[in-house]
Each structure stands twice: as C-alpha cells, then as structure tokens.
C-alpha cells in the first residue's frame, strides 16, 4: 500500500478513518488474477445480504457502497481509483451488508473468491 492513503469519503465516516489506497504496480499484479470491467453509472456490482464472491478494486471512475433500509439508503462511502472492497468479507465467506454500485462510469478489476485466494497465498504482500 501507499504512503498517500486518501481520505474516506462518507456522509458517516469520521475525519481521521482512512482506507488504503493500491500502487498501480499492485493493481497490476491484481489485474493477473481478474478481469477488467466497464461499468456504468448506477450499475449494482453487489447486492447487499448477498454473499459476496467478488473482490473489485476500482481502476477509473469511483464505486459507492450504500446501506439500504426499506426506501431509503444511506451512502457510506465513495471508493476512488485505487481504492478496493473488503477482501475479509470475501475470503470468510460472509453476506455483506451493503450494496456495491458503481458511482459513475470507468472500470474495475473484478477477482472472484477461488483466484484471490490464489493471490493472498502466493503473493506475500497481499498475504499478510
């Protein structure tokens, strides 16, 4: 990971929460394990309570991660380039708990389950 680690941006996350932010030597490394994809606008990439079996890390454009609660939904936060899901949720199998859409067009590096296991296992900077 970078030392420059942008900002979270959330209607709910406070000043000082970060996420880490991916060098493109990284997401190159990545990219070998998945496969590039457009996106448009308001396309779901993850529905939320849906056991989630993709990793994505976003290559253009932003994803936005929202809490849907009947009508409404509350926008938690707006990943950049760079930027990726949660792998934990992903590797443990759990349902997650949010929807996953993209924010606007560009593209995202998609990795399911059984190749990012592959990464985190023979690549020791994303194993540890």
Same mark, same amino acid.
């Given at each position: 990971?970078?030392?420059?680690?942008?900002?979270?941006?959330?209607?709910? /996350?406070?000043?000082?929460?970060? @996420?880490?932010? =991916?060098?493109? *030597?990284?997401?190159?490394? #990545? %990219?070998? +394990? !998945?496969?590039?994809?457009?996106?448009?606008?308001?396309?779901?990439?993850?529905?939320?309570?849906?056991?989630?079996?993709?990793?994505?890390?976003? /290559?253009?454009?932003?994803?936005? @991660?929202?809490? =849907?609660?009947? *009508?409404?939904?509350?926008? #938690? %936060?707006? +990943? !950049?380039?760079?930027?990726?899901?949660?792998?934990?949720?992903?590797?443990?199998?759990?349902?997650?708990?949010?929807?996953?859409?993209?924010?606007? /067009?560009?593209?995202?590096?998609?990795?399911?389950?059984?190749?990012?296991?592959?990464?985190?296992?023979?690549?020791?900077?994303?194993?540890?």
């Amino acid at each position: 990971m970078t030392d420059k680690t942008p900002m979270i941006q959330s209607a709910t /996350a406070s000043p000082d929460k970060i @996420i880490p932010t =991916l060098t493109e *030597a990284q997401i190159a490394r #990545i %990219a070998a +394990y !998945g496969r590039v994809r457009r996106v448009q606008r308001g396309e779901v990439l993850v529905e939320a309570g849906m056991p989630t079996a993709r990793f994505f890390v976003v /290559a253009a454009g932003q994803i936005e @991660i929202v809490r =849907l609660s009947g *009508a409404t939904e509350e926008l #938690i %936060a707006i +990943y !950049g380039p760079g930027m990726f899901t949660g792998k934990v949720t992903l590797l443990t199998g759990r349902r997650g708990l949010a929807q996953i859409r993209a924010g606007e /067009a560009g593209e995202v590096i998609e990795v399911d389950r059984e190749h990012l296991l592959t990464l985190v296992q023979t690549d020791s900077e994303f194993g540890g």
